[in-house]
């Protein structure tokens, strides 16, 4: 965590110096912590129990979380990533289809609220924290509501045998912006804004012999999936460096190649 800036987004909308520290975390880091977002501790405890009795459903129920997109559903452990599994939900800014996840999966009624309760909140805290990210490089009044969002929950299976091996490798998130709880936060920033926000690499180790879970929203696109960085970002001295795509198209060529570290964006260049 050292070195990584925390930004008080009560802060980010009134000072102009928050929204500056806001706009050089994004620009050099890709990632910062956040305060002050105003999801409750005791919802993001109670959520973090229900993920865990999500994953102790049986596999056969497991299975029925299917993708909605490519790569959007239920993750098995897999040979690149042997430790990890996870469940997706999209669109998790639509009520019914946080519903439609809860019940394919037979979840008991506590769970369902509260991953409905917590979808919300995070929904609302993403798109508050995308247009403080878009204000703090003067794109007043972007819109974020309407952006379809991917919620997923990760468990790390790790045992004393695993200690020092990898969780998950080496990536690029493939969407505009994610919120993560119970770590820092990362985006894929870099395709939207012409290569002005820098999109972070990480992956994850296994640091202790202890199952880890961690709970991600992603946002991921505009509605209509077309990516292109806005015409105030790009310039004389700034041409545009990737053509406009389809975001759907970036994320089956991120699956299909096997870049998921970024290198598929290099096919995206003007
Ligand atoms: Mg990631």
């Not at 987004?9 to 912590?33: H, I, K, N, T, V």
């Not at 998130?173 to 820098?198: I, K, M, P, Y």
């Not at 004389?236 to 060529?253: I, S, V």
Request: glycine fraction near 8%; charged fraction near 25%; proline fraction near 6%.
């Amino acid at each position: 965590m050292v070195g990584i800036p925390a930004i008080d987004l009560r802060l980010a909308g009134e000072r102009p110096e928050e929204s500056a520290r806001l706009q050089d975390a994004c620009e050099r880091l890709g990632c910062f912590r956040v305060s002050g977002h105003g999801v409750p501790a005791a919802l993001q405890a109670e959520m973090k129990a229900a993920v865990r009795a999500l994953f102790d459903l049986p596999d056969e129920a497991k299975r029925r979380n299917a993708d909605i997109i490519a790569g959007s559903g239920y993750v098995a452990p897999s040979p690149a990533n042997p430790l990890y599994e996870a469940f997706g939900l999209l669109d998790a800014a639509a009520p019914a289809d946080v519903d439609a996840f809860c019940a394919r999966l037979d979840a008991p009624p506590r769970v369902r609220e509260t991953v409905k309760s917590y979808a919300e909140a995070m929904h609302e805290l993403i798109v508050d924290v995308a247009g403080k990210v878009a204000a703090s490089l003067g794109l007043e009044g972007h819109p974020f509501q309407d952006w379809p969002c991917q919620f997923r929950m990760n468990r790390y299976n790790y045992t004393q045998d695993t200690v020092g091996s990898s969780g998950v490798q080496i990536h690029t998130d493939s969407g505009f912006l994610t919120v993560l709880q119970e770590d820092d936060c990362v985006g894929g920033l870099e395709a939207w804004s012409n290569g002005r926000l820098h999109t972070v690499k990480h992956r994850v180790q296994c640091v202790a012999a202890v199952p880890r879970i961690s709970i991600a929203m992603f946002l991921l696109a505009p509605k209509d999936d077309r990516v292109c960085a806005p015409e105030a970002f790009v310039d004389e001295q700034h041409p545009r460096r990737f053509k406009p795509f389809n975001y759907d198209d970036y994320r089956k060529l991120r699956l299909s190649t096997g870049e998921r570290a970024g290198e598929a964006l290099a096919r995206m260049a003007a």
